[in-house]
């Protein structure tokens, strides 16, 4: 079977309160979005997980038509809103797993993984940023079920709290005017980021474990927002999950990298010149021009992961999303 993971990048800049600010005009949109549907059809895969699918319905309709897939779709972040009345007006964004129709997809359930507030395809309250994960059932052949994972993590600078981390902040703090206040509550809200990172994998493994058998064959697919050597990525591992990517993948595998990406050289080049009021969102701005590898598949009860590689990532022009997907072939 063939799996691909994918943040098809909603192209907010998460500013506003009325109406989000969007980093491309309605036509450069309109574009990416052709460029993104002739691309999953290139896949051609049997299951995808798609993070940041915005707004929901249309968008989310059209990948269901297009691809002639049945999808499973919960709204992930969608601000203070009853139905589709609320605020931001043009935020309704959904973390959505496709499948062929001939796997008999079955939803399976959600589970909240961080973020304060609540959010549901009815009705939402949060200021902040949320996290999730969804799950399907589909039949595999022979009485077989396997179980799908969708999964969008907390976005954050990378902390580990030691000396060379203290120094960067620093020299950024230094560089663009802050004060050891400033820095001290940097640190901190770095080290809630670490916490919840880990509440994030802990609540993931225990929703999983409640719905799969023990000897139950499971593929997770998603924005983990954390590179391979974080501590909530090993605590997958640890939980008996092969990174596909690590198993089968050749070369560094980044699916941020500012440096092949034109849409993040584009836009968050200027997001990080930029001084916010708080140091903490400064030091994330910069964070975000080191390339990393942060979108995965992970599986396990299978036979053999075949292949594994990315995907999206030799656009001509502007590519498809801020992210490089991951697609990997994976026998059970």
């Given at each position: 079977m063939k799996f691909v993971a994918l943040n098809v990048w909603s192209g907010f800049n998460y500013r506003g309160k009325i109406r989000l600010g969007t980093f491309e005009t309605k036509e450069e949109?309109?574009?990416?979005?052709?460029?993104?549907?002739?691309?999953?059809?290139?896949?051609?895969?049997?299951?995808?997980?798609?993070?940041?699918?915005?707004?929901?319905?249309?968008?989310?309709?059209?990948?269901?038509?297009?691809?002639?897939?049945?999808?499973?779709?919960?709204?992930?972040?969608?601000?203070?809103?009853?139905?589709?009345?609320?605020?931001?007006?043009?935020?309704?964004?959904?973390?959505?797993?496709?499948?062929?129709?001939?796997?008999?997809?079955?939803a399976a359930g959600r589970v909240h993984l961080a973020g304060k507030g609540f959010v549901s395809d009815y009705a939402s309250f949060h200021f902040g940023n949320l996290t999730q994960a969804i799950a399907a059932v589909l039949e595999i052949g022979d009485g077989r079920r396997l179980t799908a994972v969708a999964v969008h993590w907390l976005a954050c600078p990378e902390w580990k709290g030691g000396a060379k981390d203290a120094t960067a902040l620093a020299a950024v703090a230094s560089r663009r005017g802050f004060g050891l206040e400033q820095i001290k509550a940097a640190r901190e809200k770095m080290e809630e980021d670490?916490?919840?990172?880990?509440?994030?994998?802990?609540?993931?493994?225990?929703?999983?474990?409640?719905?799969?058998?023990?000897?139950?064959?499971?593929?997770?697919?998603?924005?983990?927002?954390?590179?391979?050597?974080?501590?909530?990525?090993?605590?997958?591992?640890?939980?008996?999950?092969?990174?596909?990517?690590?198993?089968?993948?050749?070369?560094?595998?980044?699916?941020?990298?500012?440096?092949?990406?034109?849409?993040?050289?584009r836009y968050y080049s200027e997001e990080a010149e930029l001084k916010k009021q708080r140091l903490y969102d400064t030091y994330h701005d910069i964070d975000e021009l080191i390339p990393r590898r942060i979108d995965y598949l992970w599986a396990r009860g299978f036979k053999k992961i075949e292949s594994c590689r990315l995907c999206f990532d030799e656009e001509e022009g502007f590519p498809a999303s801020d992210h490089f997907g991951v697609a990997a072939e994976i026998e059970f």
């Open positions: 949109r309109r574009a990416r979005e052709e460029k993104l549907i002739a691309g999953l059809k290139k896949e051609d895969a049997d299951v995808m997980f798609l993070n940041e699918v915005n707004p929901v319905p249309r968008q989310l309709n059209r990948l269901r038509r297009e691809l002639q897939a049945d999808a499973y779709a919960r709204i992930g972040v969608s601000g203070v809103k009853i139905g589709r009345i609320g605020f931001p007006v043009n935020l309704r964004e959904a973390d959505v797993i496709l499948a062929r129709p001939e796997l008999k997809m079955k670490v916490r919840l990172k880990r509440q994030e994998a802990s609540r993931l493994l225990k929703f999983i474990e409640k719905i799969v058998p023990a000897d139950g064959p499971v593929v997770i697919g998603g924005d983990f927002n954390a590179g391979p050597d974080w501590e909530s990525v090993r605590m997958m591992e640890a939980a008996g999950f092969t990174d596909a990517f690590a198993a089968a993948g050749a070369g560094s595998g980044f699916t941020w990298d500012p440096f092949r990406n034109a849409n993040i050289s």
